[in-house]
């Protein structure tokens, strides 16, 4: 018993220690994306064309904010051609993530866009009967958040989308597993096709499993996950996305892609909407179908009963963004990367090395600051077609 406890406090320090040494050691650097045209809010010259960047999502979809704001962020963008949404466990049951996808993509007329249900399961068993005992164990974030894991399995995404929105759907999801498109897709198109992960990374755990050699012939992955040098929020240490399922995001993140991203919390929490931005994208909105998404969505309740105090994230809308237009990024580091998937109270924390890396991790850009000034006008002009 002595020895578990040396050993988990020596964890726990070291993961601090490697923390605090990336902040005093390592030196931001510059997005090496600076020779792209600016976006096309910017007043760039982009045409959707052939030009336009093959992208799958790979999402734990909810309505609007942030996932489906990000999808359909995506969808809009003339410079992205967005093949297919894929869906995993996270926020939602895969069912209704799927739901929610068919849902907003009817809304925004882009039905063309395939949605492919994925994985719906953790790799660590019976990981959702113990969540609470391990809160316990390993300590709260400042989030009580729990997504999937504080409801129901839905029997199935039909039954998910008639009781949330008392119609029939316009489209069917394909009957192809997200992880066999994943694979199929990019060995069709190797070196061309940029997957943006804003989920657990379920499905790309599993589609590296089934055929690893996928993994140099993407693109780039860019990632909503982790928390690097900031705090965690459903832990003390780990961020959501990664705390749900470790194992999943260990393997997707140490797979030698040529190129990954990570948009954290270190700069997921510096972007906040507060009352006046809320108002801003409210009158926006037209469609009854996204009305009434807005008037069921839990910010909405909360800013207008605390409209001084209350602000928001966006998360996942950052990592579409940086998709569509990389020149946003301003503050960066460049370092090995890794998930400790260690059941201790460091589980799902994200790591950032500046020595010698363990073997098998891969470096990745981490996001610190973004322009927030250019990134707004993105999301208005998502908003004003809504």
Known sequence: MRKAMRWLVQTICMVALLAFTSLVAAAPVSSPYSTLPPSSVQGGVFQRGDEAMPVILDADMVDLFDDGVAMMMLA????????????????????????????????????????????????????????????????????????????????????????????????????????????????????????????TGANMAAALKKAPEIAPLIKRMIYMGGAFYHEGNSTPLAEFNYWIDPEAAKIMIRAPYPEQIFLPLDVCEKVTIDYKDFLELEKR???????????????????????????????????????????????????????????????????????????????????QTIDRERLWPMILEVFDEL
């Open 76 to 199: 809009k963008s003339p410079r992205i051609d967005l093949l297919g949404v894929t869906i995993c466990i996270g926020n939602s049951w895969a069912e209704d993530g799927v739901a929610s996808a068919i849902r907003q993509l009817e809304g925004i007329k882009r039905t063309d866009i395939p949605v492919f249900q994925g994985v719906n399961r953790t790799i660590r068993k019976n990981r959702y009967k113990n969540m609470e005992k391990e809160r316990k164990m390993f300590g709260w974030g400042k989030e009580t958040y729990m997504g999937s894991v504080s409801y129901p399995q839905p029997k199935s995404w039909l039954d998910a989308y008639r009781e949330r929105f008392k119609e029939e759907p316009s489209v069917m999801p394909q009957k192809e597993h997200a992880v066999d498109y994943l694979i199929r897709t990019i060995k069709a198109r190797p070196h061309e096709v940029t997957v943006v992960a804003i989920g």
């Open 285 to 367: 909105i037209k469609n009854p179908l996204f009305k009434s998404m807005w008037e069921n969505h839990y910010m909405v309740g909360l800013f207008r009963k605390d409209p001084e105090h209350y602000t928001n994230y966006i998360w996942d809308v950052l990592a579409a963004a940086v998709a569509i237009d990389p020149t946003l990024v301003q503050e960066e580091y460049y370092q090995f990367v890794d998930v400790n998937d260690v059941y201790s109270p460091c589980y799902g924390k994200t790591i950032a090395f500046i020595g010698e890396p363990p073997v098998g991790t891969q470096k990745a850009h981490i996001v």
